[in-house]
């Protein structure tokens, strides 16, 4: 089945630094990606939708010069959290849609858990 | 803009035993997909079954089965022969067919417990 991979799985930053998310469709190409948000035991928020060689859409309310994606190639997508703050400490999850798929299918990937000291 | 509610926050059934969630959705397309994914506590999502609103066969997938009524917009799900494995966060979700437009609505999530 389709993997999809991200990098890291738990980073602690501490407040003003920026951290990178990477995204990676692992076994088939990926023309668009989401990024989603998920606060402890809520449901998923869609931040943005990432769309290769092309500017991010981000959903109403989030802060596109805070959250920078960069969909470089067909298999990467990266999620930069900018001059992080606690508040940005959250569980991160990117999904990936298989664009040669029937469905078009979207693939998780396994998460990243950033906390912000 | 699509909505999916799930009016259960936590269920629980005993081992061996069927469960039922509950799903409802309003939408003003006429065709779409409707999901439910399982977050078990490694948090990776997994798609338990899938359901495409033009076909009016309930879809099945081993002990998983949905109960799709597209009148009353609603999408429950039914697990069959519980099992410890199948404990974890549930979630409901609405997609758009059209391409380009694939971004998933979800539920807040419905968290089953398997009794031993």
């Known amino acids: 089945g389709a993997v999809v991979s991200q990098h890291p799985s738990r980073v602690i930053c501490k407040s003003g630094t920026s951290v990178k998310i990477e995204c990676r469709s692992l076994?088939?190409?990926?023309?668009?990606m989401f990024w989603y948000r998920q606060f402890p035991k809520k449901s998923l928020m869609l931040m943005a939708t990432?769309?290769?060689?092309?500017?991010?859409?981000?959903e109403q309310g989030v802060e596109k010069d805070k959250f920078l994606i960069n969909h470089a190639s067909l298999t990467l997508s990266t999620l930069t959290v900018t001059s992080a703050h606690p508040e940005d400490s959250s569980f991160y999850i990117c999904?990936?849609?298989?664009?040669?798929?029937?469905?078009?299918?979207?693939?998780f990937g396994p998460g990243t858990r950033l906390t912000v000291t | 803009a699509q909505t999916v509610t799930q009016s259960q926050p936590e269920m629980s059934v005993q081992e061996a035993e069927t469960v039922t969630l509950s799903c409802t959705y309003d939408?003003?397309?006429?065709?779409?997909?409707l999901f439910w994914y399982k977050q078990p506590p490694s948090r990776q999502m997994i798609l338990v079954i899938r359901?495409?609103?033009?076909?009016?066969q309930n879809a099945t997938e081993n002990r998983f089965s949905v109960n799709f009524q597209k009148a009353a917009k609603s999408f429950s799900l039914k697990i069959s022969d519980s099992q410890l494995g199948d404990a974890a966060m549930y979630f409901c979700?609405?997609?758009?067919?059209?391409?380009?437009?694939?971004?998933?609505?979800f539920g807040t999530g419905t968290r089953l417990t398997i009794i031993p």
């Open positions: 999904s990936a849609r298989d664009a040669g798929g029937r469905y078009y299918e979207q693939y």
């Open positions: 076994d088939f190409q990926a023309t668009t």
């Open positions: 990432s769309n290769e060689g092309s500017k991010a859409t981000y």
């Open positions: 939408t003003s397309e006429s065709d779409y997909y």
């Open positions: 359901q495409e609103a033009y076909k009016q």
């Open positions: 979700a609405y997609r758009s067919p059209s391409f380009g437009n694939e971004k998933l609505t």
